[in-house]
């Protein structure tokens, strides 16, 4: 994994969507106990500061926790904690604009489902 220096997101929060990401996709188990944040930083040779204020901030939303002396562990219900609200900023922030984008360009509702079973028919296919 790369974070991008260059991107608009600071690298603290590219950390913890990547820890998000890794939970989501099951590589990162409930009460499974994560790298430490000095660990962390010198794989993917950032500032420890950096690791640990991304860490920090899933600790403070509940999907990570402090075992005192031990270490960080993944809260279990992070991954349903975590897909709920990624599934409602996806459809707050891409539902919203993809709606917006098609009634100025006068694509109805039904057809927008159209489009988007077709999508769906062809992503199948491959």
Do not use: C
């Not at 998000?20 to 009460?31: R, S, V």
Request: proline content about 2%; hydrophobic content about 40%.
């Amino acid at each position: 994994m790369q974070f991008d220096e260059t991107s608009l997101t600071p690298i603290f929060i590219q950390v913890a969507q990547w820890l998000e990401d890794e939970i989501l996709k099951g590589h990162i188990l409930e009460e499974e106990q994560v790298p430490s944040t000095n660990q962390f930083a010198a794989v993917y040779r950032m500032n420890p500061a950096t690791a640990r204020k991304g860490f920090s901030l899933l600790v403070e939303e509940g999907i990570l926790y402090k075992k005192r002396g031990i270490g960080m562990f993944v809260s279990t219900g992070a991954k349903e904690k975590i897909r709920k609200r990624k599934r409602e900023r996806f459809i707050r922030e891409s539902v919203a604009l993809l709606m917006q984008e098609a009634e100025k360009l006068g694509i109805t509702g039904d057809e927008v489902i159209e489009i988007i079973q077709g999508y769906m028919e062809k992503a199948a296919d491959t």
